[in-house]
């Protein structure tokens, strides 16, 4: 049984077809049920998909959807932890609230599922959680200060975890995508416009997703040439800074512009 969270759009959704083409039985969470009742009705014949609607910044209602599924399915052996959303804001022009709603969603989204999952997977002495993290939660994403904190606390919390677990027979995954075919970017209010890297295609991610299960992988991240970008930051973090600057004089520039002129 897979469990995949943010499963009506995107990488979720990806994620879920993948898992269903292989015969597993799947378990969709979302906050959107008509989303959630379309997908599942379109995987019918090709595995066993259900699925119950939550806000995973909800504990409560995370728990009342893992319990749902379990009757429906049975108890998960895979959690994919991807629901998610983005900003892109400098820190001086966000908002507060912004910042605590993408820690509830993309943070204790994941703290959440898992606590609802992992508990079950130790007494059963089996199971593997992937979590959906990002680029930006392996190096700092400018004007994506809101997000990449709460990505960076998701990878944190998976180093943390794998060894925690693997003596129960756990296993922890994570999947570091750069920008995706997906209505994320849009959805944050700024479409992705830099001209590297190239958005990949969502079922891209999924295969990386099904990959780290069937390997027992640690990390993957896509495209796979970023990840000499937390390699270089380790070696030569002032080159690294220095660069970063670089990159993003203009858009440093023009909101030195905007503050000066508020």
Known sequence: MVYVTGAS?????????????????????????TELEELASSMAGSGSATYAAADVADNSA???????????????????????????RSFLEEDLETFRRLMQVNYFGTVHATRAALPGMADRGRGHIVNVAS??????????????????????????????????????SLVDPGPTQT????????????????????????????????????ERVLPRWLRIAPLVRAVMPDRFRAGMIRDFRDQSGELAQRWRAR
């Not at 809101?146 to 990878?155: D, E, G, H, L």
Request: net charge positive.
């Open 9 to 33: 759009r995107g990488i979720g959704k990806a994620v879920s077809l993948a898992a269903c083409a292989r015969g597993a039985r799947v378990g969709m969470v979302s906050r959107s049920e």
């Open 62 to 88: 995370v728990e009342r959807a893992f319990t749902v599924l379990e009757e429906q399915i049975g108890p998960p052996d895979v959690l994919v932890n991807n629901a998610g959303i983005g900003s892109y």
């Open 135 to 172: 680029v930006a939660g392996l190096v700092g994403a400018p004007f994506e200060t809101a997000y990449s904190a709460s990505k960076f606390a998701v990878v944190g919390l998976s180093e943390s975890l794998t060894a925690e677990v693997a003596a129960l027979g756990i296993r922890v």
């Open 183 to 218: 209505s994320f970017t849009a959805a944050r209010g700024v479409p992705f416009q830099r001209k590297y890297p190239r958005p990949l295609p969502a079922a891209r991610v999924a295969e990386a997703v099904i990959d780290v299960v069937e390997h027992d992988r640690y």
